[in-house]
């Protein structure tokens, strides 16, 4: 279960861009040092930090497409992270609880926010496995993949030119995947349909509905 989302106004892009361009990076092993997989570099300064999550996180609170589809009950502040020539994420796993300010976040949900165009660096795609199969994105300035936090994924290596994306997780409101999924498919279905039935129907399906999130949702 995935979804790509437009997430990012131009000026939001425009704006986290110049943050990144003048704030310093480190490492990205800085914060999962155990983590051999990972040669990235992410920001590395509080300001920057604050005012790029900021704008990004507020972009996520007002995408409606995103609340239908993760149920979020928590994000963590985005990070912006960028690779350059030789650098890349090799097939991990995320960690279940995210460490944040003011205490931790389960992971259900990983998302990635593109912040450089796809034609500006070669490499870099980012490959979630799905079972036998390899799903791969390499989305527009502004788009954002979010994806299950349960399965292996990996950033291929970059060639030329600067990757440039935040990163964030999501904890649900509805933990399990699969019921997350058929109560997003019920609300996608009551949008399409809802307005051709019978009222009555259409109550008691909303009854359906909210009741599966009550026994669903922790
Ligand atoms: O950069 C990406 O697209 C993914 C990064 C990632 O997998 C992670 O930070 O755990
Ligand atoms: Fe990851």
């Not at 199969?133 to 030119?161: C, M, R």
Request: with cysteine; proline share 6%; glycine share 6%.
């Amino acid at each position: 279960m995935y979804r790509v989302l437009p997430l990012l106004t131009d000026q939001e892009i425009e704006e986290c861009r110049r943050i990144a361009a003048s704030a310093p990076f480190a490492e990205g092993r800085l914060t999962n040092p155990h983590n051999l997989a990972k040669q990235n570099e992410q920001l590395h300064d509080t300001d920057a930090y604050n005012r790029s999550s900021q704008i990004l996180l507020q972009a996520f609170a007002r995408s409606e497409e995103f609340r239908e589809f993760a149920f979020p009950e928590m994000i963590a502040p985005p990070m912006i992270t960028r690779y350059r020539p030789g650098m890349k994420y090799g097939a991990h796993a995320d960690a279940a609880y995210i460490q944040m300010p003011g205490g931790s976040l389960r992971s259900d949900l990983s998302c990635t926010v593109f912040l450089n165009d796809p034609e500006s660096y070669e490499g870099g795609a980012l490959n979630v496995r799905l079972g036998d199969s390899n799903l791969t994105f390499k989305l527009k300035a502004g788009e954002a993949i979010i994806y299950s936090s349960d399965s292996l994924h990996q950033v291929e290596p970059v060639t030329k030119g600067e990757r440039l994306v935040a990163i964030t997780f999501i904890q649900s409101r509805v933990p399990d995947p699969f019921k997350r999924y058929m109560l997003f498919e019920l609300n996608e279905i009551a949008a399409l349909e809802g307005r051709q039935m019978d009222n009555e129907n259409f109550q008691r399906l909303q009854l359906v509905q909210q009741n599966l999130l009550r026994m669903w949702s922790s």
